[in-house]
Structures are given as structure tokens and as C-alpha cells.
């Protein structure tokens, strides 16, 4: 009877080698992050030394430097947006830390200089490493090709220089230089850099094949169809380029009424100092209210309202294995409500597993002998099929035999000697070709059975005669179908699936996991279309993948998500966040946490507004005591600031995890 081939868990597989070359920006060649390194440092030797009664002297310069540091780059941009007449929270805050020290509160305002200069690098940071990655991409295309002249000799071109027309040839593992059409050869192309699919592809005469792809063990002769700077590669970048600069601004809640709530403040605290100098107040007396208004109503609770629950959230996902790269992003993935999934890689595990033996009735072989046979036929090739069958057969601890006369045709499978059998593994149709006969008719009707479940069939032939037929396929995550149940709960909308491997083995997996929205055969800008259509039907989309052919459809969604462990380096700098551990399931419960995180924000802005209206009609009605209004104003921020590092806690995360599993 044939089965179902169980396995043991193996170890994730390494990262796939469509990753290009890192050429990664060092945090400390960007000026924002020396800036705010020195500032951090500053007010690290100035904050012992206050708490510890040292004298003025010693530690009111460090406070003074660490102001000037961390602060000149966000007053000057707050200066220049008030020469172009607006006014942003940049200037405010500086304003506000200012005040503070104009009050006593020097290690109040420095501390906001320091958040706000350290959030200033880590975003000028983000921004050079995905420039960095994208220049990167470029380097997965050669960087010089042979081309075929007319008199058959051939000559190294510098691959821009390759016109529609030429020819080129491509030798054995060697990467394709332009996009073009086989004219004479057959081989099998890795493509996981354009479409994520996690088998080489057969190319015969007259296949399409890309820049950049890696060519297998037959050499091809191509004709040039498209200029490098239209080729599928070179349209990747652009888009991720494209992208990342008409993306709409991200903007944390309270900074979409910065305009409003800053101009209001500045001209409310004017009017608290001019309308009683009007009135013949003392000018001490109405500057020292002004000064008081200032303070209790400037935004440090309202900022920190909105930081730490989101800042605690962000430390609470990174120690679960989950990456959120701002407090920006983790605001946007509270407000998804729809998602789009990657195949290959993301809910699959991106390589090729043995799920099915089927020995033929009558070749005396058995599951284990059958896999046996073909694995010792199969071990010098570096083919992952072939990769795939040695993995099996060394999990289930078979002893193989010593192969000899090993051959390799592309497209079509190994021959070689085991055991003095001639032993041939590849594909049914080809090695079938037009065999007749009942062994035969056997091998071929399991073969599509096979391929008709979305698994790759592969065909083992002794001594010219079928014996077996294994299936091969991308294996399912665990997790996979318990996270497609848990976001559509949380999404309200089944996610959908954009994959570039063929409809079938789409189809199949789909089935398995319950979506029903499957998207197949898709290059990278089918994907960007299938994401720009959601949100034009105004959903905030969430993508989840992991490779290069992702990466415009994570740099085009509402947010991104990239799997960690084989992730490209496009991707997880593209990426909003990434899931280090290659834990699918962790995606639902952050978004979970999310949501929670911005709940904690509306509580501590409802808490940060009445305190300040409190204490504002208390300064404008009656007299509030300078030293009284500090203290509501620092008491807000003590309360709303913890509140928000409650999220710190293991116990948001379970409840996270259980309100993302439901």
C-alpha cells in the first residue's frame, strides 16, 4: 500500500543564496547617531552625578552639552519648518525641554532630547540600510556576460553593454546576464530571485529565462530581449525605490494635531503672558503664569503617552523573536485588516522534503529499499531534488550504496551503476518518453497523481524498468494553518496568497492551510498590483515574505513582515518587521499587541488630558504655584509612563498570543 513519508524534524535550512553581497552602513558613519551617542553618553555621567548630591558645577555643563548635542539637529529642522511656516513637534519638544530647564527641571528636558535625538538616528538608520540593500540587489546580476559574435568567436562584455539581439552564452553555474529566450540548450535555472518558486526550472529552446537567475549544469545560448535597465531585476529596484519614497508618511497619533496643538500652544501661552499685561498686571506675575501655562501644558506626558506603551510592546516582541523596527510600525500593524501571504518560504519552509514513496507492485522493492536505490543513484548530484532524496534517506538511517558511473542530463535526471544495476532517477516524462506497457502505464498514472496534488514526481528506473515513483514537495509549516485561522479572526477577511510557483502546488497548499484567495505564476510587480489593488478597495494590507521577488510588495503595503532565518537581505530591510525566528505564528500575536499597545495609548492620552486641562484652568482661573504645576505636570508623565510598561510584561504577551489564536 503506498504512504505518506513521515519525517523527523530536521534543522531549518540555511539561507537560500539569492541574497546579494551586504553592503551595510556602519550606525556610527551617520551623523545622527553620533550626535545622539554623545548626548546618551553625556547624560549618563551627568545623571549619577546629580542623584549623588555633586555640586552644580559638575554636572550642569553635561546637561548643557547633552542639550546641545542631541538637540541642535531637531531645533534646526524645527527652525527651518517654521521659516517655511510650519510648525512641528521637533521645535516643540526642544521648546519644551528649554522650559523645563528654565525651571529647575534640567534632567527632565535633557532626557527628552535624548529620546528624541536616539528615535532621530534609529530612523536616519533604517533609511541608509534600505538604500544600502537595494544598491545591493544589483550585485545578483553579473557583472560581465559572453557574447556569441557572428563569426562564432566569443568576447567578455561588461553586461549594460548587451543590446536586444545578442546572444550570449551561459555556461554551468554560472548567473544569466540579461533577461532573453533560449535559443539552443537545456539545463535547469534556479529562479528563487525572481519568482520565490524553491525548485530549478527546466529550460528547453524557446524558454524565458531572467537576469540574475542561476543556470544549472547545461549550458544555454540566449538572445538578449531586454536592455539591463528594463530587465526583471533592475524593475525589482526601482519599484522598492518607487515605493519607499511615495509611501504616504507614517505619523504616530499624536502627531497628525501637532500643527493644531502647537500653534494653539504657542499662542495660548502668549496670550496667558499679554492679556493681563493689558489689564496692568505686574510683568513678573504674568510671565511667571506664562511660564507655569507652558509647563503644564506642554506635550512631554501627551509624548510620553504614546512612546512607552508602544516602545514596550516593541522590547516585548523583541524578546519573543520578533523584530519591530519603530514605534511608527508598531502603530500601523494594530490597524491591518487584510493580509497577503508568500508561499515559498513563509508559510512553506523554502526546501524540498520527500512526502510520498511509492514502489511499483512486482519491483520487489520496498518504501525503504526503494529510497535507498534512488538516494545512492542521486548522492554525487548537488541538484536539490536530489538533495531532497539524500536528506530522506539519511533521516531514516538507510546505508547507501557506493554509485559509479555517475551522469547528469538537465531536464531530464542521473544515470549511474548501484549495486551493478543501471539505476536512472529523474523526470516521468522524460524517462518514460513513449514506453509502453502495464509497468509503465503504472508509473506514469502515479506520477500525475502526484503532480496532480502539487508534488514533484520524480521517476526511478533499475535496469531499464520502473520500480518507483517518489513525490517531492515544499513542506507546510506547522504552524501554518493555525496563523491563517487566527489572522482572518483578527482581520475579519481570509488572507490571500501571492506566489510566484505554478497554480497547482498554489492550489495545494492553499487548500491545506483554507484560503481560498490564491494569487499563482506571479513576478514581483504582479505582486505590488495584487497589494495596490487591495488598498484601493481601502483595506491597510499586512505582507508576509521573505525574498527578493517580496520585496515591492513589502515596501508597497500598509506594513511588511519578513521571515528572518532564510530571508533576503532585501527583504529584511525593505521589511516594517521581522520575525527572527522563523516563528509564522508570532505574526498574529503581534499584531494582537498591536492593538493592545494603541488601547494603552488612548488610556494615557485621556489621562495626559486631564491632567493638563486641569491644571491649565487651574493656572488661568486661580494661582497655580509654579512648583504645584510641575509636580501635575511630572506626575502625569510618571503615570502615563508607567501605565505604557505594563506591556513589558510576559503576561501582554500571552494574553497577546491568546487573543491572536482565537
Same mark, same amino acid.
Given at each position: 500500500?503506498?504512504?505518506? &513519508?513521515?519525517?523527523?524534524?530536521?534543522?531549518?535550512?540555511?539561507?537560500?543564496?539569492?541574497?546579494?553581497?551586504?553592503?551595510?552602513?556602519? @550606525?556610527?558613519?551617520?551623523?545622527?547617531?553620533?550626535?545622539?551617542?554623545?548626548?546618551?553618553?553625556?547624560?549618563?555621567?551627568? +545623571?549619577?552625578?546629580?542623584?549623588?548630591? !555633586?555640586?552644580?558645577?559638575?554636572?550642569?555643563?553635561?546637561?548643557?552639552?547633552?542639550?546641545?548635542?542631541?538637540?541642535?539637529?531637531?531645533?534646526?529642522?524645527?527652525?527651518?519648518? &517654521?521659516?517655511?511656516?510650519?510648525?512641528?513637534? #521637533?521645535?516643540?519638544?526642544?521648546?519644551?525641554?528649554?522650559?523645563?530647564?528654565?525651571?529647575?527641571?534640567?534632567?527632565?528636558?535633557?532626557?527628552?532630547?535624548?529620546?528624541?535625538?536616539?528615535?532621530?538616528?534609529?530612523?536616519?538608520?533604517?533609511?541608509?540600510?534600505?538604500?544600502?540593500?537595494?544598491?545591493?540587489?544589483?550585485?545578483?546580476?553579473?557583472?560581465?556576460?559572453?557574447? &556569441?559574435?557572428?563569426?562564432?568567436?566569443?568576447?567578455?562584455?561588461?553586461?549594460?553593454?548587451?543590446?536586444?539581439?545578442?546572444?550570449?552564452?551561459?555556461?554551468?553555474?554560472?548567473?544569466?546576464?540579461?533577461?532573453?529566450?533560449?535559443? #539552443?540548450?537545456?539545463?535547469?535555472?534556479?529562479?528563487?530571485?525572481?519568482?520565490?518558486?524553491?525548485?530549478?526550472?527546466?529550460?528547453?529552446?524557446?524558454?524565458?529565462?531572467?537576469?540574475?537567475?542561476?543556470?544549472?549544469?547545461?549550458?544555454?545560448?540566449?538572445? @538578449?530581449?531586454?536592455?539591463?535597465?528594463?530587465?526583471?531585476?533592475?524593475?525589482?529596484?526601482?519599484?522598492?525605490?518607487?515605493?519607499?519614497?511615495?509611501?504616504?508618511?507614517?505619523?504616530?497619533?499624536?502627531?497628525?494635531?501637532?500643527?493644531?496643538?502647537?500653534?494653539?500652544?504657542?499662542?495660548?501661552?502668549?496670550?496667558?503672558?499679554?492679556?493681563?499685561?493689558?489689564?496692568?498686571?505686574?510683568?513678573?506675575?504674568?510671565?511667571?503664569?506664562?511660564?507655569?501655562?507652558?509647563?503644564?501644558?506642554?506635550?512631554?506626558?501627551?509624548?510620553?503617552?504614546?512612546?512607552?506603551?508602544? +516602545?514596550?510592546?516593541?522590547?516585548?516582541?523583541?524578546?519573543?523573536?520578533?523584530?519591530?523596527?519603530?514605534?511608527?510600525?508598531?502603530?500601523?500593524?494594530?490597524?491591518?485588516?487584510?493580509?497577503?501571504?508568500?508561499?515559498?518560504?513563509?508559510?512553506?519552509?523554502?526546501?524540498?522534503?520527500?512526502?510520498?514513496?511509492?514502489?511499483?507492485?512486482?519491483?520487489?522493492?520496498?518504501?525503504?529499499?526503494?529510497?535507498?536505490?534512488?538516494?545512492?543513484?542521486?548522492?554525487?548530484?548537488?541538484?536539490?531534488?536530489?538533495?531532497?532524496?539524500?536528506?530522506?534517506?539519511? $533521516?531514516?538511517?538507510?546505508?547507501?550504496?557506493?554509485?559509479?558511473?555517475?551522469?547528469?542530463?538537465?531536464?531530464?535526471?542521473?544515470?549511474?551503476?548501484? #549495486?551493478?544495476?543501471?539505476?536512472?532517477?529523474? !523526470?516521468?516524462?522524460?524517462?518514460?518518453?513513449? !514506453?509502453?506497457?502495464? @509497468?509503465?502505464?503504472?508509473?506514469?498514472?502515479?506520477? !500525475?497523481?502526484?503532480?496532480?496534488?502539487?508534488?514533484?514526481?520524480?521517476?526511478?528506473?533499475?535496469?531499464?524498468?520502473?520500480?518507483?515513483?517518489?513525490?517531492?514537495?515544499?513542506?507546510?509549516?506547522?504552524?501554518?494553518?493555525?496563523?491563517?485561522?487566527?489572522?482572518?479572526?483578527? $482581520?475579519?477577511?481570509?488572507?490571500?496568497?501571492?506566489?510566484?510557483?505554478?497554480?497547482?502546488?498554489?492550489?495545494?497548499?492553499?487548500?491545506?492551510?483554507?484560503?481560498?484567495?490564491?494569487?499563482?505564476?506571479?513576478?514581483?510587480?504582479?505582486?505590488?498590483?495584487?497589494?495596490?489593488?487591495?488598498?484601493?478597495?481601502?483595506?491597510?494590507?499586512?505582507?508576509?515574505? #521573505?525574498?527578493?521577488?517580496?520585496?515591492?510588495? +513589502?515596501?508597497?503595503?500598509?506594513?511588511?513582515?519578513?521571515?528572518?532565518?532564510?530571508?533576503?537581505?532585501?527583504?529584511?530591510?525593505?521589511?516594517?518587521?521581522?520575525?527572527?525566528?522563523?516563528?509564522?505564528?508570532?505574526?498574529?500575536?503581534?499584531?494582537?499587541?498591536?492593538?493592545?499597545?494603541?488601547?494603552?495609548?488612548?488610556?494615557?492620552?485621556?489621562?495626559?488630558?486631564?491632567?493638563?486641562?486641569?491644571?491649565?484652568?487651574?493656572?488661568?482661573?486661580?494661582?497655580?504655584?509654579?512648583?504645584?504645576?510641575?509636580?501635575?505636570?511630572?506626575?502625569?508623565?510618571?503615570?502615563?509612563? &508607567?501605565?505604557?510598561?505594563?506591556?513589558?510584561?510576559?503576561?501582554?504577551?500571552?494574553?497577546?498570543?491568546?487573543?491572536?489564536?482565537?
Amino acid at each position: 500500500m503506498p504512504t505518506s &513519508l513521515i519525517e523527523r524534524p530536521v534543522p531549518s535550512a540555511a539561507p537560500r543564496p539569492d541574497t546579494a553581497p551586504r553592503r551595510r552602513t556602519r @550606525v556610527f558613519a551617520l551623523p545622527e547617531a553620533r550626535w545622539a551617542a554623545a548626548a546618551t553618553v553625556l547624560f549618563l555621567i551627568a +545623571l549619577p552625578l546629580q542623584l549623588t548630591g !555633586a555640586p552644580a558645577w559638575a554636572w550642569g555643563p553635561l546637561y548643557a552639552l547633552a542639550y546641545a548635542t542631541g538637540g541642535w539637529e531637531p531645533g534646526w529642522a524645527g527652525l527651518q519648518a &517654521l521659516h517655511e511656516k510650519t510648525l512641528d513637534v #521637533d521645535l516643540l519638544m526642544i521648546v519644551a525641554a528649554l522650559g523645563a530647564a528654565a525651571v529647575g527641571q534640567v534632567m527632565d528636558g535633557a532626557l527628552l532630547i535624548v529620546i528624541f535625538a536616539t528615535s532621530g538616528a534609529l530612523e536616519a538608520l533604517a533609511t541608509a540600510r534600505t538604500a544600502d540593500s537595494v544598491r545591493g540587489l544589483l550585485d545578483l546580476a553579473p557583472t560581465t556576460a559572453t557574447r &556569441l559574435l557572428d563569426d562564432g568567436a566569443e568576447e567578455s562584455v561588461p553586461t549594460e553593454r548587451l543590446a536586444v539581439g545578442d546572444t550570449v552564452l551561459v555556461r554551468p553555474g554560472e548567473r544569466i546576464g540579461a533577461d532573453g529566450r533560449v535559443l #539552443d540548450g537545456a539545463s535547469e535555472v534556479d529562479q528563487a530571485t525572481i519568482t520565490g518558486e524553491p525548485l530549478p526550472v527546466a529550460k528547453e529552446v524557446g524558454d524565458e529565462v531572467f537576469a540574475g537567475t542561476l543556470n544549472g549544469t547545461g549550458a544555454l545560448r540566449v538572445k @538578449v530581449e531586454r536592455d539591463a535597465s528594463d530587465s526583471v531585476i533592475a524593475r525589482i529596484v526601482a519599484m522598492v525605490e518607487e515605493a519607499s519614497e511615495t509611501k504616504a508618511p507614517t505619523q504616530l497619533f499624536i502627531e497628525k494635531v501637532e500643527q493644531r496643538y502647537s500653534i494653539g500652544m504657542v499662542i495660548a501661552t502668549l496670550a496667558v503672558f499679554a492679556v493681563p499685561l493689558a489689564f496692568g498686571a505686574a510683568f513678573t506675575g504674568s510671565l511667571l503664569r506664562a511660564m507655569t501655562f507652558m509647563i503644564v501644558a506642554s506635550p512631554c506626558a501627551v509624548v510620553l503617552a504614546t512612546m512607552p506603551p508602544l +516602545l514596550s510592546a516593541i522590547a516585548n516582541a523583541g524578546r519573543h523573536g520578533v523584530l519591530v523596527k519603530s514605534a511608527v510600525v508598531m502603530e500601523r500593524l494594530g490597524q491591518v485588516d487584510g493580509v497577503a501571504l508568500d508561499k515559498t518560504g513563509t508559510l512553506t519552509e523554502g526546501t524540498p522534503r520527500v512526502t510520498d514513496l511509492r514502489p511499483l507492485t512486482g519491483s520487489g522493492l520496498t518504501e525503504e529499499q526503494l529510497l535507498a536505490l534512488a538516494a545512492a543513484a542521486e548522492h554525487p548530484s548537488e541538484h536539490p531534488l536530489a538533495r531532497a532524496i539524500v536528506d530522506a534517506a539519511r $533521516t531514516r538511517g538507510l546505508a547507501l550504496a557506493t554509485a559509479e558511473d555517475f551522469s547528469s542530463a538537465p531536464g531530464i535526471g542521473v544515470t549511474a551503476t548501484v #549495486d551493478g544495476r543501471a539505476v536512472a532517477v529523474g !523526470a516521468p516524462a522524460r524517462l518514460l518518453n513513449d !514506453a509502453e506497457g502495464a @509497468v509503465s502505464a503504472r508509473a506514469a498514472a502515479i506520477a !500525475a497523481e502526484l503532480e496532480s496534488s502539487g508534488r514533484t514526481a520524480v521517476l526511478v528506473e533499475a535496469d531499464g524498468v520502473p520500480v518507483g515513483v517518489l513525490g517531492i514537495a515544499d513542506r507546510l509549516r506547522p504552524d501554518a494553518a493555525g496563523t491563517v485561522t487566527a489572522l482572518t479572526a483578527l $482581520t475579519g477577511t481570509a488572507p490571500m496568497l501571492l506566489t510566484g510557483d505554478n497554480p497547482r502546488a498554489a492550489a495545494r497548499l492553499a487548500a491545506e492551510v483554507g484560503i481560498t484567495d490564491v494569487r499563482a505564476g506571479l513576478l514581483p510587480q504582479d505582486k505590488v498590483t495584487a497589494v495596490q489593488e487591495q488598498e484601493k478597495a481601502g483595506r491597510k494590507v499586512l505582507v508576509v515574505g #521573505d525574498g527578493v521577488n517580496d520585496a515591492p510588495a +513589502l515596501a508597497t503595503a500598509h506594513t511588511g513582515i519578513a521571515m528572518g532565518r532564510a530571508g533576503s537581505d532585501l527583504a529584511l530591510e525593505t521589511a516594517d518587521a521581522v520575525i527572527v525566528r522563523d516563528e509564522l505564528a508570532t505574526v498574529p500575536t503581534v499584531v494582537a499587541l498591536s492593538r493592545r499597545a494603541r488601547s494603552f495609548v488612548v488610556q494615557n492620552l485621556v489621562i495626559a488630558s486631564v491632567f493638563i486641562s486641569v491644571l491649565v484652568v487651574w493656572d488661568l482661573v486661580a494661582t497655580l504655584p509654579l512648583p504645584l504645576g510641575v509636580l501635575g505636570h511630572e506626575g502625569s508623565t510618571v503615570i502615563v509612563g &508607567l501605565n505604557g510598561l505594563r506591556l513589558l510584561r510576559e503576561a501582554a504577551w500571552t494574553r497577546a498570543r491568546a487573543e491572536g489564536g482565537r
